[in-house]
């Protein structure tokens, strides 16, 4: 079975074309800096044990222009994979935002598209995007199933304490207004990998998943008990573009003191905060460039955001009651030495040790960065959300056939 995985990301859009239930990649792409001007696109395909790249630098606007071009590199000779759309079987998709209503990987009809739509507001950044890859893939290949894949489903095991606000309780009973948290996909992921790699099924885990947007979550025995993203993926970690937690009373102030509109509001903390807001970048690469080069906002903005992690990491290691591993994910987490070392300075009271030496090794496996002597370990592990993504399309399918 051919299953194509679609994920996209707030700056991102990342697909992979598998052949499974063998786990085999036929093709591979990332779009990275979409919006940003310098958009770069990776795309790798796998013939005949044979690997071959294709790297291309031009300037996609949004997650629309993206998809068009990874259609004509499917398609087209030279980078192709496919001759036929009808090859492919199934099509994954993230989606960002399921609400009270998905907690479950689901097959997509026009009613769970009417559902996605109707969540826009609250993942501005990614259903949108989400659901155009939906109606691009419906287009092209329409003999396929089409599956989407929520990131707030693994967060659902959270307890009731861990995802209400306190708020008078109609406002969760009525509107659905709770703790959802996202990234879902790559927390169970990486989860995952650790209790292979520990050979420790009830593991108590902390998972740094750290991208343009990024979030933590606190896993015991494989389980979600919290993560730091809420209601909308704004909340918790300072990120590329989002403020993360904030006093709600600064919206108010913006809005009465201030006279912002709502969705003036909601597009500065959204888009216009996070590192971007405090350094003008919202690049890791760029911010460490600058950082490197003495800019104290840099310098500033690079503390702050390991020192969010930091306070995360505290409670977390509350609330599980120690902590087995820290694991460090995604585009800044897999690929950001600096951003570990400062997240890891000040840990020794929870058994965390750092080893210099390895956290500067980079490379695309998982890979254990503590001390020998450490009693908690940091692991590396590059999230897989799209193999992950296409594993839960074959269970899906395996129970509606
Ligand atoms: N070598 C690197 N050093 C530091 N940051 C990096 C590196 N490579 C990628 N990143 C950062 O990773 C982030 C994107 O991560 P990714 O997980 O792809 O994001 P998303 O899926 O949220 O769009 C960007 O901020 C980018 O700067
Ligand atoms: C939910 C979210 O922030 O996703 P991403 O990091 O891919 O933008
Ligand atoms: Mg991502």
Do not use: W
Request: charged residues 20%; contains cysteine; hydrophobic residues 40%.
């Amino acid at each position: 079975m051919n299953i194509f995985v679609i994920n996209a990301g707030s700056s991102s859009l990342k697909y992979q074309l598998f052949k499974m239930p063998a786990e085999q990649p036929i093709c591979v792409g990332l779009i990275e800096r979409i919006g940003l001007s310098g958009s770069i696109i990776n795309h790798k395909v796998f013939t005949g044990g044979q690997e071959k790249t294709v790297r291309e630098e031009l300037d996609l606007p949004d997650h629309q222009a993206a998809l068009q071009e990874v259609v004509k590199l499917l398609t087209e000779a030279g980078t192709g994979v496919i001759q036929d759309p009808g090859e492919i079987d199934v099509v994954g998709h993230r989606v960002v935002h399921g609400g009270e209503r998905f907690s479950d990987t689901t097959v997509i009809t026009p009613a769970v598209k009417e559902q996605i739509k109707m969540l826009f507001h609250l993942a501005p950044l990614h259903n949108p995007g989400n659901f155009q890859g939906i109606e691009v893939a419906e287009n092209l290949f329409h003999k396929a199933t089409q599956v989407a894949v929520f990131d707030t489903a693994f967060h659902q095991t959270m307890p009731e304490k861990a995802y209400r606000y306190a708020i008078p309780a109609s406002f969760y009973t009525q509107d659905g207004v709770r703790v959802y948290g996202f990234h879902g996909t790559s927390h169970k992921y990486v989860a995952a990998k650790v209790g292979e790699y520990l050979d420790n099924p009830e593991a108590k885990v902390i998972t740094i998943h750290l991208g343009n947007g990024c979030s933590m979550a606190a896993v015991k025995a494989g389980k979600c008990i919290d993560t730091s993203m809420g209601f909308t993926p704004l909340d918790g970690l300072i990120m590329g573009t989002r403020s993360g937690a904030i006093d709600a009373s600064v919206v108010f102030y913006l809005a009465s003191k201030l006279g912002m509109p709502m969705e003036q509001i909601d597009n500065l903390l959204n888009k216009k905060s996070g590192m971007l807001g405090l350094t003008g970048s919202s690049d890791m690469r760029e911010v460490q460039k600058a950082r490197a080069a003495g800019d104290p906002d840099a310098i500033l903005a690079y503390e702050m955001y390991a020192y969010r992690i930091q306070k995360y990491i505290g409670s977390y290691a509350a609330a599980l009651n120690g902590v087995d591993a820290l694991v460090f994910t995604a585009g800044v987490g897999e690929n950001d030495a600096l951003t570990r070392e400062l997240v890891c300075q000040n840990m020794e009271y929870l058994g965390v040790h750092l080893d210099q030496t390895r956290n500067a090794v980079r490379n695309g496996s998982l890979r254990e960065i503590n001390t020998p002597e450490s009693p908690a370990k940091v692991l590396v592990i590059p999230t897989n959300e799209e193999l992950e993504i296409a594993n839960q399309c074959c269970q899906l399918l395996a129970e509606v056939r």
